[in-house]
């Protein structure tokens, strides 16, 4: 059983149909212009504070009337429970405020505060040194709940089929207005190339719809995972935010990027220079940004890409539901006692 809501409830119900999903609102975050880009966050935290308050007494009454044996948290803060094992998924051990170091510790002992409510926590990324979230995810100091390096999560895999030469996949996503931002500066530059283009929107939420412009480019609001899977593993050249998410996809699909963090989110603008430092992927910052430039610099660049390593997620997966069972022995065992 699955909670979200919004375009996320829309995606997995197209991909799961015999999926049961609950309805729980987001944090609802839009990344705003110029002084608000950094301080948009922390003005809107006592917002996301009674957020949190929110969806943890959203959580105590499902745990009264499903009686869960488990809760695994997507970086929801408020869905832990004390009487049920509650498990804090997150890249971002360490938080990038880019406010300065003192923010940064500030903002980790209050994100350690908070994942120290869960019962353990799972990170999605390698262990070791060679990682896609580098120092999000691997900070000289860890939360003191237990630490599970789970690797890296996609819906998608590498094909044998090859890329087709002169073909341009651009992968749009993340808050607005920047999205549509992004959109509107690229749209008018992909005209002007004698490529094969296809923009999927990221608009998951929207009406699916897939045109031709007048130009040649594809437009689509979003994909069924097979279909973007095969177009992310065909594709020459590929463009995308520095999503984690995405990052995951690309990597996973074995495919080197283009990077355009969202202005003003962190997150992304550290991936998108710890990746180009670790020669996996080319990073732009998207005020002028210069197409054909970007793609020309790819084409001559020699980028690598990271050894895949053994997936880890089903052993994880296998050992909480044996804690689970383990846990339901004891209760019976001990109400018999009582009895």
Same mark, same amino acid.
């Given at each position: 059983?699955?909670?979200?809501?919004?375009?996320?409830?829309?995606?997995?119900?197209?991909?799961?149909?015999?999926?049961?999903?609950?309805?729980?609102?987001?944090?609802?975050?839009?990344?705003?212009?110029?002084?608000?880009?950094?301080?948009?966050?922390?003005?809107?935290?006592?917002?996301?504070?009674?957020?949190?308050?929110?969806?943890?007494?959203?959580?105590?009454?499902?745990?009264?009337?499903?009686?869960?044996?488990?809760?695994?948290?997507?970086?929801?803060?408020?869905?832990?429970?004390?009487?049920?094992?509650?498990?804090?998924?997150?890249?971002?051990?360490?938080? $990038?405020? %880019?406010?300065?170091?003192?923010? /940064?510790?500030?903002?980790?002992?209050? !994100?350690?505060? &908070? +994942?120290?409510?869960?019962?353990?926590?799972?990170?999605?990324?390698?262990?070791?040194?060679?990682?896609?979230?580098?120092?999000?995810?691997?900070?000289?100091?860890?939360?003191?709940?237990?630490?599970?390096?789970?690797?890296?999560?996609?819906?998608?895999?590498?094909?044998?089929?090859?890329?087709?030469?002169?073909?341009?996949?651009?992968?749009?996503?993340?808050?607005?207005?920047?999205?549509?931002?992004?959109?509107?500066?690229?749209?008018?530059?992909?005209?002007?190339?004698?490529?094969?283009?296809?923009?999927?929107?990221?608009?998951?939420?929207?009406?699916?719809?897939?045109?031709?412009?007048?130009?040649?480019?594809?437009?689509?609001?979003?994909?069924?995972?097979?279909?973007?899977?095969?177009?992310?593993?065909?594709?020459?050249?590929?463009?995308? $935010?520095? %999503?984690?998410?995405?990052?995951? /996809?690309?990597?996973?699909?074995?495919? !080197?990027?283009? &990077? +355009?963090?969202?202005?003003?989110?962190?997150?992304?603008?550290?991936?998108?220079?710890?990746?180009?430092?670790?020669?996996?992927?080319?990073?732009?910052?998207?005020?002028?940004?210069?197409?054909?430039?970007?793609?020309?610099?790819?084409?001559?660049?020699?980028?690598?890409?990271?050894?895949?390593?053994?997936?880890?997620?089903?052993?994880?997966?296998?050992?909480?539901?044996?804690?689970?069972?383990?846990?339901?022995?004891?209760?019976?065992?001990?109400?018999?006692?009582?009895?």
């Amino acid at each position: 059983m699955v909670a979200t809501a919004g375009p996320q409830k829309m995606l997995l119900s197209d991909e799961f149909p015999d999926l049961e999903i609950l309805d729980l609102p987001g944090y609802a975050i839009r990344y705003q212009r110029g002084i608000f880009l950094k301080w948009g966050l922390f003005f809107k935290a006592p917002s996301i504070l009674r957020q949190i308050r929110r969806e943890n007494r959203w959580l105590a009454d499902m745990v009264q009337h499903l009686k869960p044996d488990a809760v695994i948290s997507d970086n929801r803060y408020g869905l832990y429970h004390p009487g049920v094992h509650s498990i804090f998924l997150t890249h971002q051990l360490a938080i $990038r405020t %880019g406010m300065g170091l003192l923010f /940064d510790r500030i903002i980790m002992k209050w !994100n350690y505060k &908070l +994942i120290r409510n869960f019962s353990e926590c799972w990170v999605p990324d390698w262990p070791g040194e060679i990682s896609l979230a580098g120092k999000l995810s691997h900070p000289s100091i860890k939360p003191p709940v237990p630490i599970t390096y789970i690797g890296i999560l996609s819906r998608l895999k590498p094909l044998t089929e090859k890329a087709d030469q002169n073909t341009f996949l651009i992968l749009l996503s993340g808050p607005e207005p920047q999205r549509t931002q992004l959109e509107n500066h690229i749209l008018p530059q992909l005209k002007r190339l004698s490529m094969k283009c296809t923009v999927v929107r990221g608009l998951a939420g929207k009406e699916s719809t897939d045109f031709i412009s007048a130009d040649g480019v594809r437009l689509v609001n979003h994909l069924p995972a097979k279909e973007l899977n095969i177009l992310l593993n065909t594709s020459e050249l590929i463009l995308s $935010r520095s %999503g984690y998410s995405s990052i995951m /996809d690309l990597v996973q699909s074995g495919r !080197n990027a283009i &990077l +355009i963090p969202t202005p003003g989110q962190t997150e992304q603008e550290y991936l998108g220079f710890h990746l180009q430092a670790m020669n996996w992927m080319l990073n732009f910052p998207q005020k002028n940004f210069d197409v054909k430039e970007a793609i020309q610099q790819f084409r001559s660049s020699q980028l690598t890409m990271p050894q895949m390593k053994e997936p880890v997620l089903g052993e994880v997966v296998e050992e909480l539901l044996k804690h689970c069972i383990r846990n339901k022995r004891s209760a019976l065992a001990f109400s018999r006692q009582v009895y």
